[in-house]
């Protein structure tokens, strides 16, 4: 049993946009690879696509949420505005618009254990680029290559966001860069849905995936227009041409979303080129096609936020 956070303290919290992923400015950029390994993961739609974020609705729905995890499979009920909302990871894969039914969804909190993927001091030399280390810890960006650098800021940006350090990488961001970079297939709903049960009961973690939960929401409403009302936007610049035009009826829902990628940019430091010595290892590992080994099932665990 995972005690969650009071409604008031969950309240409380910012909620976190995933970042737009451009392939014509990572062409420009020479991060061709890059998107190679998303394509591999068949993200690039999610990726590229643009959401209004509901901030109360997230928060609603965050302070509701109850998270059930099973052998099988992960299940998430919650409700919004009346609106009852229950997903499993197949569901959110589907609403989404990315595969749900394989892959790795190890979700490790600074456990430093080998597995079947992973080897803790394999991984922090790799990434730290330095042969002689003794043990395994945490890697600084700085002592990243530029390419690990990039895959480091998509996998705390999209797959388990969260605001504060960004120049430390965890031992599950390890990873995770590790999985990508070796084209392993990532369950990404079912990392989701456990890092969504994790943040509901730290203080010190922030409400993620703002502007894909808008995707949720729709699925279970008739039409976007029964958030709006009442509700407390992100407002940015972009958005508000947004609804404006959409309350006008001028453009096309896709002709809209179309503009404001265009105009959306990656806002952290750029990076240029690849490690060669990365392409060379990682070129060598076996690209997992079959359905990959679930890990061992965890005791069932459910996340309720109740009120103090």
């Given at each position: 049993?995972?005690?969650?956070?009071?409604?008031?303290?969950?309240?409380?919290?910012?909620?976190?946009?995933?970042?737009?992923?451009?392939?014509g400015?990572?062409?420009?950029?020479?991060?061709?690879?890059?998107?190679?390994?998303?394509?591999r993961?068949?993200?690039?739609?999610?990726?590229?696509?643009?959401e209004f974020?509901?901030?109360?609705?997230?928060?609603?729905f965050?302070?509701?949420?109850?998270?059930?995890?099973?052998?099988?499979k992960?299940?998430?009920?919650?409700?919004?505005?009346?609106?009852?909302?229950?997903?499993?990871?197949?569901r959110?894969?589907?609403?989404?618009?990315?595969?749900?039914?394989?892959?790795?969804?190890?979700?490790?909190?600074?456990?430093?254990e080998?597995?079947?993927?992973?080897?803790?001091?394999?991984?922090t030399?790799?990434?730290?680029?330095?042969?002689?280390?003794?043990?395994?810890?945490r890697?600084?960006?700085?002592?990243?290559?530029?390419?690990?650098?990039?895959?480091?800021?998509?996998?705390?940006?999209?797959?388990?966001?969260?605001?504060?350090?960004?120049?430390?990488?965890?031992?599950?961001?390890?990873?995770?860069?590790?999985?990508?970079?070796a084209?392993?297939l990532?369950?990404?709903?079912?990392v989701?849905?456990?890092?969504?049960?994790?943040?509901?009961?730290?203080?010190?973690?922030?409400?993620?995936?703002?502007?894909?939960?808008?995707?949720?929401?729709?699925?279970?409403?008739?039409?976007?227009?029964?958030?709006?009302?009442?509700?407390?936007?992100?407002?940015?610049?972009?958005?508000?041409?947004?609804?404006?035009?959409?309350?006008?009826?001028?453009?096309?829902?896709?002709?809209?979303?179309?503009n404001?990628?265009?105009r959306?940019?990656?806002?952290?430091?750029?990076?240029?080129?690849?490690s060669?010595?990365?392409?060379?290892?990682?070129?060598?590992q076996?690209?997992?096609?079959?359905?990959?080994?679930?890990?061992?099932?965890?005791?069932?665990?459910?996340?309720?936020?109740?009120?103090?």
């Amino acid at each position: 049993m995972v005690k969650a956070l009071p409604i008031d303290l969950i309240w409380r919290k910012r909620v976190i946009r995933s970042k737009i992923v451009r392939e014509g400015w990572m062409k420009d950029n020479g991060l061709n690879n890059v998107m190679e390994l998303i394509k591999r993961q068949k993200w690039e739609n999610l990726f590229k696509r643009r959401e209004f974020v509901f901030i109360d609705a997230v928060k609603e729905f965050y302070a509701k949420m109850t998270v059930i995890h099973l052998k099988k499979k992960d299940v998430v009920k919650s409700s919004v505005k009346g609106v009852a909302i229950e997903f499993d990871h197949d569901r959110l894969a589907s609403i989404l618009g990315v595969p749900g039914k394989n892959g790795i969804y190890e979700y490790i909190k600074d456990v430093w254990e080998e597995s079947k993927y992973t080897k803790p001091l394999e991984i922090t030399r790799r990434f730290a680029n330095n042969e002689t280390l003794t043990a395994a810890r945490r890697v600084k960006s700085g002592e990243m290559k530029p390419f690990q650098r990039f895959i480091h800021f998509l996998v705390m940006k999209n797959m388990i966001p969260r605001f504060g350090k960004r120049d430390t990488s965890s031992f599950m961001d390890l990873t995770y860069m590790d999985h990508l970079m070796a084209r392993r297939l990532v369950n990404l709903p079912r990392v989701m849905m456990r890092h969504m049960s994790y943040v509901i009961s730290m203080k010190d973690h922030e409400l993620p995936y703002g502007d894909w939960l808008t995707m949720v929401f729709e699925e279970f409403a008739d039409k976007r227009e029964w958030c709006l009302v009442g509700w407390n936007l992100e407002k940015t610049e972009e958005e508000m041409m947004w609804l404006m035009l959409r309350k006008k009826r001028m453009r096309k829902k896709e002709e809209i979303e179309s503009n404001l990628i265009g105009r959306s940019v990656i806002d952290e430091a750029a990076v240029e080129g690849k490690s060669r010595s990365d392409e060379q290892f990682y070129d060598a590992q076996v690209d997992v096609e079959e359905p990959v080994t679930e890990t061992p099932a965890a005791p069932e665990v459910v996340a309720q936020a109740s009120a103090r």
